[in-house]
């Protein structure tokens, strides 16, 4: 009879048949290593392996974290909008071509939008009230008038940024450190917007206040003060409103940081701390830098120490937590930092290659786009500088063209990005969303009892067309009895079997298309046969199918770690 194995064969055999196993990993990971750094990039944003290998570990922590209340499938304002945004100085351009030039290319880009500065100083020189060049004896919004002009021509709308007060606001003037410091009375300041907002109506809808307040020296020469920033909020945002009742108040982008003072406060910090001082109420929609400094915009690494592109997570949370989950984010600025390898300053804001720059902006809005349903615009930063003088200054490299014009890499990748057509990703979305194409007898009607106070009616006859990439879809609907009065055509497909639910968030009737379709884009086509159907909007679902992703990550850490270890004794002499 044979005798049973004692307890070392037992554990040999466990450790030798590990051992295989690992040996297989380390085969199959070192074959396909392309591929494995690549899905590891995809959770990590890191390219170099050993900062994967760490980083695939620091993300796998993170999954047994509760991940971000984010309330994507709510019906937010101010999203549905083309996202496509960049960030302009144009009113330092000397020669009036060099503008039309700016806008023409911004056009051809494919972007929508400019955030450009109105500085307050540049426009209210002198003394309150004073809205006189003296120095060239001109209008002082002759420039601004100009620029306004030209954009429309272009078909690009302006978020016009508020800040840069002038000197006379000041009890210490321009002094060292105060030069983009609050003013001394909130009250000019709120004077200054309504001047602004009164004179445009009409034609700028969208408007910031101030800009990044918890760092020096957007706060002058002294602590940083979020309840201070809260107050001159409100001033703006009731001055703002009263010139304009349809004007649209950003708060001001937040920077990242995760220093606790006094001159920098970390973001997450400022931001409670701002709705603890009544900020609610007081914008329409919430700024935030939004850049991935040392990492690709793939980093799915989340935490407050964090400051990487998946941060606005973290904001939103507290948006939500706040009541504020119908208002969006606004990416106020986003990018990465081309700076050359020879660059003798310190790298501030992380360092990519012009080839990763043109890859990571387009990942980002990619990434937006299909994940973050709150996000509204996102500005690039930044289009061009009006010369190279700030050549030796780190920040300088973030931009899309060189003062000559010349192009980088990023502009190429950017044109052929807003060239796809546009597309409905997961959420709610509103009956205005820009990627529906309305064909025939539409219009939309104001009512306080749509989703967010209008909808879109159809006549006998019209038709409505767009792409969603999703794994289901949606109709919000006005009257649940309309629910007979269209045909929908899904990937080319009369689509028979539909039946009346409720919207998420609000509980509105919808009529659901699809369910557990393949997550990829599809093509809907709505042919109105009743006499009249009235749309809410819609509402993109994306399944998330259970996979053998952590596992899989696990395991291709192992070997990537025993690789790289092997790689390393191989190597040495």
């Given at each position: 009879?044979?005798?049973?194995?004692?307890?070392?064969?037992?554990?040999?055999?466990?450790?030798?048949?590990?051992?295989?196993?690992?040996?297989?990993?380390?085969l199959?990971?070192?074959?396909?290593?392309?591929r494995?750094?690549?899905?590891?990039?995809?959770?990590?944003g890191?390219?170099?392996p050993?900062?994967?290998?760490?980083?695939?570990?620091?993300?796998?922590?993170?999954?047994f974290?509760?991940?971000?209340?984010?309330?994507?499938?709510?019906?937010?304002?101010?999203?549905g909008l083309?996202?496509?945004?960049?960030?302009?100085?144009?009113?330092?351009?000397?020669?009036?071509?060099?503008?039309?030039?700016?806008?023409?290319?911004?056009?051809?880009?494919?972007?929508?939008?400019?955030?450009?500065?109105?500085?307050?100083?540049?426009?209210?020189?002198?003394?309150?009230?004073?809205?006189?060049?003296?120095q060239?004896?001109?209008?002082?919004?002759?420039k601004?008038?100009?620029?306004?002009?030209?954009?429309?021509?272009?078909?690009?709308e302006?978020?016009?940024?508020l800040?840069?007060?002038?000197?006379?606001?000041?009890?210490?003037?321009?002094?060292?450190?105060?030069?983009?410091?609050?003013?001394?009375d909130?009250?000019?300041?709120?004077?200054?917007?309504?001047?602004?907002?009164?004179?445009?109506?009409?034609?700028?809808?969208?408007?910031?206040?101030?800009?990044e307040?918890?760092?020096?020296?957007?706060?002058?020469?002294?602590?940083?003060?979020?309840?201070?920033y809260?107050?001159?909020l409100q001033?703006?945002y009731?001055?703002?409103?009263?010139?304009?009742?349809?004007?649209?108040?950003l708060?001001?982008?937040l920077?990242?940081?995760?220093?606790?003072?006094?001159?920098?406060?970390?973001?997450?910090?400022?931001l409670?701390?701002?709705?603890?001082?009544?900020?609610?109420?007081?914008?329409?929609?919430?700024?935030?830098?939004?850049?991935?400094?040392?990492?690709?915009?793939?980093?799915?690494?989340?935490?407050?120490?964090?400051?990487?592109?998946?941060?606005?997570?973290?904001?939103?949370?507290?948006?939500?937590?706040?009541?504020?989950?119908?208002?969006?984010?606004?990416?106020?600025?986003?990018?990465?930092?081309?700076?050359?390898?020879?660059?003798?300053?310190?790298?501030?804001?992380?360092?990519?290659?012009?080839?990763?720059?043109?890859?990571?902006?387009?990942?980002?809005?990619?990434?937006?786009?299909?994940?973050?349903p709150?996000?509204?615009?996102?500005?690039?930063?930044?289009?061009?500088?009006?010369?190279?003088?700030?050549?030796?200054?780190?920040?300088?490299?973030?931009?899309?063209?060189?003062?000559?014009?010349?192009?980088?890499?990023?502009?190429?990748?950017?044109?052929?990005?807003?060239?796809?057509?546009p597309?409905?990703?997961?959420?709610?979305?509103?009956?205005?969303?820009?990627?529906?194409?309305?064909?025939?007898?539409?219009?939309?009607?104001?009512?306080?009892?749509?989703?967010?106070?209008?909808?879109?009616?159809?006549?006998a006859?019209?038709?409505?067309?767009?792409?969603?990439?999703?794994?289901?879809?949606?109709?919000?609907?006005?009257?649940?009895?309309?629910?007979?009065?269209?045909e929908?055509?899904?990937?080319?497909?009369?689509?028979?079997?539909?039946?009346?639910?409720?919207?998420?968030?609000?509980?509105?009737?919808?009529?659901?298309?699809?369910?557990?379709?393949q997550?990829?884009?599809?093509?809907?086509?709505i042919?109105v046969?009743?006499?009249?159907?009235?749309?809410?909007?819609?509402?993109?679902?994306?399944?998330?199918?259970?996979?053998?992703?952590?596992?899989?990550?696990?395991g291709?850490?192992?070997?990537?770690?025993?690789?790289?270890?092997?790689?390393?004794?191989?190597?040495?002499?």
């Amino acid at each position: 009879m044979p005798h049973a194995p004692n307890r070392q064969q037992t554990l040999l055999r466990l450790a030798l048949a590990g051992l295989a196993i690992l040996a297989l990993v380390v085969l199959v990971g070192w074959a396909e290593r392309d591929r494995v750094s690549s899905a590891l990039a995809s959770v990590t944003g890191e390219e170099d392996p050993w900062h994967q290998v760490r980083g695939t570990g620091a993300w796998l922590l993170q999954q047994f974290r509760r991940p971000p209340d984010t309330a994507p499938m709510v019906p937010i304002a101010h999203t549905g909008l083309p996202p496509y945004g960049i960030n302009t100085f144009l009113e330092q351009e000397v020669e009036e071509e060099k503008i039309e030039l700016s806008l023409q290319l911004i056009s051809d880009a494919g972007f929508s939008w400019i955030r450009q500065q109105f500085p307050w100083e540049d426009i209210e020189i002198y003394d309150k009230g004073d809205f006189w060049d003296h120095q060239w004896d001109q209008s002082a919004w002759d420039k601004y008038d100009r620029l306004v002009d030209m954009a429309e021509a272009h078909g690009i709308e302006i978020i016009a940024r508020l800040d840069n007060p002038p000197a006379w606001s000041r009890e210490v003037g321009d002094a060292e450190g105060w030069s983009l410091g609050p003013p001394d009375d909130f009250e000019d300041y709120g004077d200054f917007v309504y001047a602004v907002v009164s004179r445009y109506r009409g034609r700028i809808r969208y408007y910031q206040v101030w800009n990044e307040p918890n760092i020096y020296p957007e706060w002058g020469d002294q602590p940083v003060d979020p309840e201070a920033y809260v107050e001159m909020l409100q001033i703006a945002y009731r001055r703002a409103k009263e010139a304009d009742p349809d004007s649209v108040v950003l708060a001001a982008g937040l920077a990242q940081t995760i220093e606790e003072g006094p001159r920098n406060l970390n973001d997450l910090i400022y931001l409670e701390r701002m709705y603890e001082a009544g900020a609610q109420g007081h914008f329409d929609a919430m700024g935030a830098m939004v850049y991935g400094l040392w990492t690709g915009p793939l980093d799915r690494r989340l935490g407050a120490e964090r400051t990487n592109f998946g941060r606005a997570q973290l904001l939103r949370e507290i948006m939500v937590r706040h009541g504020d989950a119908d208002k969006p984010i606004w990416a106020t600025e986003v990018g990465w930092n081309a700076l050359p390898a020879d660059f003798g300053g310190t790298a501030y804001y992380g360092r990519v290659t012009p080839e990763q720059q043109a890859r990571y902006a387009v990942q980002a809005y990619e990434r937006a786009a299909r994940e973050w349903p709150w996000m509204g615009v996102m500005n690039y930063w930044f289009l061009r500088r009006p010369s190279d003088a700030e050549i030796d200054q780190a920040w300088y490299y973030f931009r899309m063209f060189e003062p000559d014009f010349e192009p980088l890499p990023v502009f190429d990748a950017m044109q052929e990005l807003t060239s796809q057509p546009p597309m409905v990703h997961m959420g709610y979305h509103q009956q205005d969303h820009w990627a529906l194409d309305y064909r025939g007898d539409w219009r939309e009607i104001a009512d306080g009892a749509a989703t967010l106070g209008a909808f879109q009616r159809g006549e006998a006859g019209a038709e409505l067309a767009f792409w969603f990439e999703g794994t289901g879809l949606d109709l919000v609907l006005m009257d649940p009895d309309q629910a007979d009065a269209i045909e929908v055509y899904l990937d080319g497909q009369l689509v028979h079997s539909m039946r009346l639910t409720e919207a998420p968030g609000n509980g509105a009737p919808a009529l659901r298309v699809a369910r557990n379709l393949q997550d990829r884009p599809h093509a809907v086509h709505i042919v109105v046969r009743g006499s009249a159907f009235d749309l809410d909007g819609v509402v993109v679902w994306r399944q998330t199918r259970w996979t053998l992703g952590i596992p899989l990550a696990i395991g291709t850490l192992v070997g990537v770690v025993v690789a790289l270890g092997l790689r390393t004794w191989g190597a040495r002499p």
